[in-house]
């Protein structure tokens, strides 16, 4: 990808993140899979987890994009991604904790053989001022600091961003 298609990906997801948070009340916690939500409108009711809405980010980029967005949890948009398929198809492409993270990063909790939660970097900055948005209960998707749970595992970058 050239800089100004990351740019327009990021632009995207960072649009996609910020609907999906102002419409709270529509967006509802389920784990159920395969994912159905791929597509559908931020500011629409629809049912999803965590990677869910990670993996939905990307996949509206990839569809008002001219260009492949290709699917951070690497089942290209089936439905089948969870965090675990996120942090494998991405595990090369980790982020240093003292480096910026942009976004679209994606950081994830729990331990190297038992993701449990992944939050997808929404304003770019710091591991202290960068903006991640969760969807870990029915209560999402919010605003949260990167290192807002006591099991961070790390961050990693999808392809298409790298």
């Avoid at 395969?34 to 990307?58: K, N, R, Y």
Wanted: hydrophobic share 35%; proline share 4%.
């Amino acid at each position: 990808m050239t800089s100004e298609q990351r740019k327009a990906i990021r632009t995207l997801i960072r649009r996609y993140l910020e609907r999906a948070e102002a419409n709270q009340p529509d967006i509802h916690y389920s784990m159920n899979r395969l994912l159905t939500s791929l597509g559908d409108p931020p500011s629409t009711e629809f049912w999803t987890d965590c990677s869910g809405l990670a993996i939905s980010a990307f996949r509206w980029a990839d569809l008002w994009l001219p260009y492949k967005v290709e699917d951070p949890g690497g089942y290209a948009y089936s439905g089948a991604g969870n965090t675990q398929s996120i942090l494998v198809t991405n595990r090369t492409r980790r982020i240093p904790e003292n480096r910026m993270f942009f976004v679209g990063d994606m950081a994830l909790f729990g331990s190297w053989s038992r993701t449990k939660h992944v939050t997808i970097c929404r304003r770019n900055g710091t591991a202290f001022t960068s903006i991640w948005t969760s969807h870990g209960s029915e209560r999402g998707p919010y605003a949260v600091r990167m290192k807002y749970r006591d099991d961070f595992l790390c961050v990693v970058r999808a392809k298409s961003l790298a």
